[in-house]
């Protein structure tokens, strides 16, 4: 990335006032030189930095006020053509998008137009970031609705498992928590599930260029 690039992002990151919002660990000082990495730094250093920010932003699933800081930051990786993980951020935006806490929904909301903006360009991804974006519309079932072409390279064997997923975050935005449960306790859906998610996220880590 260009030093004038890195300047801006810098820039933009320290408008933010960080050491006022708080994440799992407490004040989030160090979440803009993490997002700074994630976006700039080498493979080793973006693997550590996504690690923490995992772990920070989104600690056993919950969400805080400094993740709805991050999500236009990562939405930014997640757009850029040229960074190698793209993957990795559509993921993490899907994963924050479907979070737990106080802040889940300023966190689903943020992120909600910007998973529209992405997913309006799927037709213009390589089959990859196709999926991953798939993976993201999952925790905003009205994409899919706007966008069929985006299910329909879906496996046959997969459908099932997209079904149920679908139907998971119609029952969280119910506030269905028994019928939730009953999903999350069944070895059959969650096997499913982690079949799903592979196939979803085959993009990341990058091997090689994805082929367009």
Do not use: K
Not at 109 to 119: C, D, G, K, T
Request: without cysteine; glycine residues 4%; charged residues 25%.
């Amino acid at each position: 990335m260009p030093a004038s690039v890195s300047s801006t992002l810098t820039q933009s990151l320290s408008r933010v006032p960080w050491a006022t919002l708080t994440h799992a660990y407490g004040p989030a000082e160090d979440v803009p030189a993490l997002l700074l990495a994630v976006r700039v730094g080498t493979d080793a250093i973006r693997d550590l930095a996504w690690w923490e920010l995992w772990g920070n932003v989104h600690h056993q699933g919950t969400v805080y006020e400094a993740t709805v800081s991050s999500v236009p930051f990562i939405a930014a990786i997640a757009a850029d053509e040229a960074h190698p993980d793209r993957v990795e951020a559509l993921s993490f935006l899907r994963e924050i998008a479907i979070g737990d806490g106080t802040h889940a929904p300023a966190v689903h909301q943020a992120v909600r137009p910007r998973a529209h903006a992405l997913v309006e360009a799927w037709e213009h991804e390589p089959e990859l970031l196709r999926r991953a974006l798939l993976w993201l519309s999952s925790a905003f079932p009205e994409l899919t609705e706007e966008h069929p072409g985006l299910t329909a390279h879906l496996p046959e064997a997969l459908q099932p498992a997209w079904n149920e997923l679908l139907v998971e975050r119609r029952l969280h935005d119910a506030g269905d928590d028994d019928a939730l449960e009953s999903m999350y306790n069944d070895d059959d859906v969650m096997d499913r599930r982690s079949e799903l998610e592979q196939w979803a996220l085959a993009g990341w880590p990058p091997e090689a260029p994805l082929d367009r």
